[in-house]
């Protein structure tokens, strides 16, 4: 066995429903809580009984529908199952041992194990009031999250810039971007080492169906392609995607209904907490109640426990913006508490 395996902390993917045995709410994933569109369901239905078939591996039809959807071209477009898959398949394509990384802390995990993975040498940075201000490092590759995860936070377009003057690549990884309404892509018209990550997991409702992709410079494109599994995107995850971009509009809807109650939560737990500003789906929330995620839990509850995580200074929470029922019985749990 490799020793950096034994180093590497384990992701922790937070409390999942199947883990009860009775209802639970769940607000720790960050998923949309709405059905997916009406013709998302009905084209899997119709593409069943072709699951004995491989996926064709070049994903034409979904790359076109994200080249439709982006404004970018085909070549441009690199898909698997999920963002996540692509941080990894970005760190296999650039990474040699010791190349330095940089990953602005808090954020997302995935960065630091699929980097440590590759024995890169990782700096890991925590900037005041956890903005990131300014590039003070340089490097191989730098992850920025916009809007981070788990702050919430949009990364400034100069910051961005600075950044992609200093590394040899940048990732600016988009999970969240249709909630914040903010891109960075454009930038890939002067900066051919950037690269974007989006998915489908959030906005587009689809984190059981595992579809991301990247938007990046033909070259890196290219990399990314060659070495990952070709397979590696189910046929009706392909399907899936393709769907809700013809129903781009039916997400919208559900997006602003999810920004007005984010902001009816916020307003409410601010009575009580220190909540962070969000452009994202969810609300990272400081607090001084002991065990509160567990409480929580107790009464049927799921937020994810962030305490701990490099960087965070003292007790937090993570919170997605559910259903309004579901947030209405999280804010009377929470307050009880
Ligand atoms: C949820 C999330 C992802 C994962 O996306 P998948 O497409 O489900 O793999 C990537 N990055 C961030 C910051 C996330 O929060």
Redesign the pocket.
Known sequence: MRRVVDFINEYDPGPFPEDFDREVIQLAS?ENPYPPAENVIAAIKNRIFKINRYPSPYYRELKKAISEYTGFGVENIAVSS????I?RLVTDILLDPLDRVLVPMPS?T?YVMYSMLREASLETRVYEGYRIDGCYERGKLAFL?SPN?PTGNVVERKVIEEFLQNFEYVVV?E??CEFSGTSCADLLEHYDNLIV?R????FFGL?GM???YAIADEKVVRAIEKIRNPFSLSMLGQIAAVEALKSVEYYRRVAEIILSERERMRRELEKRFYVYESSANFLLVKHDVPDIAERLMEEGVLVRDVTGLEGLDGPHFRVTVGRKEENDRFLEVVSGL
Do not use: E, P
Request: proline share 0%; with cysteine; net charge neutral.
């Open positions: 960050n999920g963002a996540s898959d941080i997302y995935m999250c995860n990884d999970a969240y990550l998915s489908f997991s959030k984190a595992r579809v991301g």
